[in-house]
């Protein structure tokens, strides 16, 4: 096992004091980068998250060639899915999509909880060969079971997430009943990838910013709650991200996670009055942002720092990673982070 | 010329008390409405907005059967663009579609502003034969310049914006020609719409929530601004709309707008508190509701009228009629808002 020799990232979810501002990038791993796209050449998605030396070896290629304080276990939402016997594939250009996707009770008493020893191996291997070589943290995830339920109801991506919103508000035992088997299942794989040696974990509620406040707070909140409820005694830091969550972080804040992943919407400074004081944040530059010249970087860049104010502050973008972005400016971005006085 | 019988939507945009509370429905005419299907059948979206006969029956449709209190102009915000000449379809399953996207100084120098009159006739015969039907008032509409930016250079409808983004930050001087074209062009097809009989206005800037507040600030609201400016002495109700606004409401209510529009993520009473006190709100239920049981509907209903208050609020829809509702559901719907008693 390699020793950890930057924490930064580490201590910064904790709140503690830092020498300098550590950044990492949610998709840092993938798309944008040239030596990824050669493998994609010749796997697919879930052919390089199933291999546990393709996956640790995609994990590993930001950490090269951009300087980040932190390395994200390069996989997909959607794999405990399929570890739990549901039969998915990830299209090319379209994103997972469900076989058979889940819309009344007895689809839901069909499901059966994970047991990552047997279903996802493949994961916890990878996450043992990614802590023999990096002597940076590595992040474990999971998706959070709102947005994996909305795969699994709507059969794919969806712009409106109806059918989901339709089972949750007009059969709310079965809705439940999803949410059980989802939320556990999530339990045991994070405690999986953490004893497996996984130093701090992110859980993705993507899509939850299409819920009105009260809807998430009655049928989704208590279901995040139990999922860093089940992890705590681990002791390892844990944050929560979603986009569109402008209205809702006041009450994800109050779900157990150690740290808030904010999208570019939602200025830091205004995020931290939303949340308690001195909890931490993640994020928050616009991808988009990353498309243009330099010097509009440098002056977004800075604004986030200036704005998040230094203390328990994570940079990294406000959403992944886009295909088109130059990893050159990420590179660039690292170092300027990198260098950003950060405030006594 | 048809009387006006109801002016309750009206009086409620002006912030003026209502017997009863108003109410229609963001594409109430549309995609839910058997009898809309049926036309659809037989011709393309485009077709139904170029003729007048076939536009003005779509629009009343929804006013025949749900007894709403508004009318909405039945049209495309992509119909001007077509009428300055952008070669553009609509294409089902998709969107607008643009053939030869703007991409450049010289892509934007090509454009020529709208002239109503001659390029877009066929909605002002529209709006002329409503006026001879309708008692209740007409609402035209246009796309604000974001938004058709964003088609205009993505070259379609897009996840991220993220081209629209790095020309708006990266070459400004062209992103403020192609403002500026689009809003003056707003403005003459606002203006041609009032004169021939709208009776309010609504500007739909759908895309305008994936900006950050200062980006909002800086590169688009003083368009949106010019374009209540351009319209205010012909002294007709103006509404502004987007969804995923929660951070720029309060940027949004100083943009000269009567009435602010709001998606059901921010709750009316927390949406009140962003914008100048008096200033009237529309909505904001989430649409997907209307696909729940009708309990669930009438307390949800009932939820967002009590939020808002009474005074100053048009009750709609958070975004638009999903095409699985049940017309049912909506008829039923305006009776619950017309039901309530509204707080004097």
């Not at 990420?330 to 260098?339: F, I």
Request: glycine share 8%; aromatic share 6%; net charge negative.
């Amino acid at each position: 096992m390699a020793a950890l020799v930057n924490d930064g990232f580490l201590r910064a979810c904790r709140g503690e004091p830092v020498n300098r501002m550590p950044v990492w990038f949610m998709r840092q791993a993938g798309r944008s980068l040239p030596e990824y796209r050669a493998l994609k050449d010749r796997h697919t998605i879930l052919e390089l998250c199933r291999d546990p030396e393709l996956a640790a070896e995609v994990t590993l290629q930001p950490v090269r060639r951009l300087g980040v304080d932190a390395a994200i276990l390069f996989s997909d939402i959607v794999v405990p899915l399929q570890g739990m016997g549901i039969a998915l594939d990830i299209k090319a250009g379209i994103g997972p999509v469900i076989d058979e996707p889940i819309r009344a009770r007895a689809d839901v008493d069909r499901l059966r909880m994970l047991e990552p020893d047997h279903d996802v191996s493949h994961v916890l291997d990878a996450i043992k060969l990614l802590r023999k070589e990096l002597e940076i943290p590595l992040i474990g995830f999971a998706g959070a079971p709102f947005t994996l339920a909305s795969y699994l109801i709507e059969g794919g991506p969806s712009k409106n997430h109806a059918r989901t919103k339709a089972l949750m508000l007009g059969d709310t035992p079965t809705w439940s009943a999803l949410m059980e088997v989802l939320s556990e299942s999530v339990v045991a794989y994070l405690r999986a990838q953490i004893h497996a040696g996984a130093q701090a974990v992110q859980l993705f509620d993507s899509w939850v910013g299409h819920l009105a406040p009260h809807t998430y707070e009655a049928h989704v909140m208590p279901w995040v709650r139990s999922i860093f409820d089940g992890i705590r005694d681990l002791g390892v830091p844990s944050i929560l991200f979603g986009i569109v969550t402008g209205e809702l972080l006041s009450l994800m804040s109050r779900s157990g996670a150690d740290v808030i992943g904010v999208d570019w919407r939602v200025p830091l400074d205004e995020a931290r009055r939303r949340i308690p004081p001195g909890m931490a944040v993640q994020g928050n530059l616009d991808p988009a942002v990353c498309l243009a010249p330099w010097d509009v970087v440098q002056a977004e860049a800075t604004e986030v720092l200036a704005r998040a104010g230094g203390r328990g502050h994570i940079f990294n973008l406000g959403h992944g990673v886009l295909p088109e972005t130059d990893p050159h400016v990420l590179a660039e971005l690292v170092d300027l982070v990198h260098s950003w006085k950060v405030p006594s």
